[in-house]
């Protein structure tokens, strides 16, 4: 029982208490979709399927959009497709600009009346000596930059020439995975430290694996990047020690939750593997990929082992053969869906799996979208992301802003989960965050 005396000491202490919860519901994170609303933004790439789905979604939230390329044909079938898909919006005021994405001196003279350019003009694999004309022109402009590469060496050269010059938040290798993926291994990374002080980073281990089904309703530049990243060694990360190991092959099944079930992933060379232990500090990670239906897995199994590497790494005969793929891809989609799903799982030494985080979506090209523009949304809301080039993990900081950063891009998805370390949903994927007040510059809310 509580003394008398000591009651109402006792139930300050517990209003101050609820107060305090009550408030900080309002004080996680001003990362919202509001910092879109009415911006000028440009997507280099926008007439593809990624960068499509990047411009239908900022659409949807009420930015300017306008796109950069090389083909005004290609941009118009794009705005056709989007037209059909999205009847209720007008894609026909979006203006499109011919640009060269390796020369900076092509986009220079268009971005300076832009809040924001996103780059989605891949592939990037293999780009390490190939000029980043965007990146380049942005940097040199001062406007805000995203891109969706997903070849850690390209985005480690870009980082390394540029970071010093930013004075605006450039962030690299943004989307689904890499970009969700890597927030979701800095969640349960910073919760685990959290709950346990003794446990260092070089202690744990983050184990990706991602699904996606038939080929995600990619287009041929996602084709390409396939074909690749089938001509690299996977990357695996034990104790801080770089072991390549053959891509695709030894195949285990994992649970990618309830909707998607049990799919079986082997080795692939993604970004996320070398970028959690570089920039998180894991002291082991790997990263595992697979499709589905199962033959697709055997023949890009198959196709990564038998063809030649100098022949994978032709980037313009992989695009050939993207092409003449293409119908039968399709075919295959029609029946297989286009259903994308992220699993990560942390472990530490000796004390086994710790935590899991699971995330999927019915359909990879929206999915990709709504990831890059919850990326979008926090490179445009002040304060968040600091002047700099920065890879996800480094840009959004661990809690609150990672929550409300995942939550934007989770809300189109089927799942959400997360088990281990007694967290719940809302700690990782900031589903019932509340956004503070925006503060004016004289403090007043």
Known sequence: MIPAAESPRVQRALLLLLITQFWTGYCLSTISFESLQGKNILVIGGSGRVGGSVVTQL???????????????HFSQAQARWT??????????????????????????????YDLVIHTAGPFQGKVKTPNGVLEACVRASVPYLDVCDDYCTASAAKAKYASQAKVPCIVSTGTWPGVSSLLAKQLVHKALAKDPSLQPADLKV?????????????????????LILAEKALTIVDGRRIPVPPLKDFEYVNFGDIVGDRAIAPLNLLETASVHDYLGVGSTSAKFGTAPSYWNTLLGLFGSMVPKEVLENEPFMRKLSVFSMPIVRIVDFFAGATNAIRVDLSAKGLGKLATAIYAHENLEPCVGESIIAFAAAALTESAVPPGVWFTEEAIAAGDDCAAVLHLASVGAHTCVVEGLDLSKDEIFGSSIKQRPKTTKSGKR
């Open 59 to 73: 659409v949807q939230r009420g930015s300017k959009v306008s796109v950069g390329g090389t083909s005004r044909d």
């Open 207 to 227: 184990d990706f694996g991602f699904f996606t089904a038939g080929s995600g309703g990619a287009g041929v530049t996602l084709l390409v990047a396939t074909f």
């Open 84 to 113: 059909r898909i999205f009847p209720q919006f007008d894609f026909q005021n979006i203006a499109f600009h011919k640009v060269d994405r390796e020369v900076a001196e092509s986009i220079t003279p268009i971005i300076q009346d």
